[in-house]
């Protein structure tokens, strides 16, 4: 098992940068992906960025270019690094450790961007 916790939210103007952290229970080495996901009100949670234990990252198309995801494994940590936010980023975000037999979620933060 694996315990993650998500910090960083806040509320932002468009245009802004904020930085998430997810903090694991244990050597995130051993786990096959570290992933941020986010969930809009009235919508369905969907992907935002992942991460291999071999650091390959993949993002979706709408955060491209602006969102970077990044780990440190001496510190059992991974992180999102958000530019130029939108309006449409508004969402709570979760930090997700994806093991072969399991997906372990963070309870989650709240980033709001206004215009």
């Known amino acids: 098992q694996v315990q993650v916790v998500e910090s960083g939210g806040a509320s932002v103007q468009a245009g802004g940068s904020l930085t998430l952290s997810c903090a694991a229970s244990?050597?995130?080495?051993?786990?096959?992906?570290m992933g941020w996901y986010r969930q809009a009100p009235g919508k369905q949670r969907e992907l935002v960025a992942i991460i291999t234990s071999g650091g390959t990252a993949n993002y979706a198309e709408s955060v491209k270019g602006r969102f970077t995801i990044s780990r440190d494994n001496a510190k059992n940590t991974v992180f999102l690094q958000m530019n130029t936010l939108k309006p449409e980023d508004t969402a709570v975000y979760y930090c997700?450790?994806?093991?072969?037999?399991?997906?372990?979620w963070g309870q989650g933060t709240q980033v709001t961007v206004s215009s």
């Open positions: 997700a450790a994806l093991l072969i037999t399991n997906t372990y």
């Open positions: 244990r050597s995130i080495r051993s786990i096959n992906a």
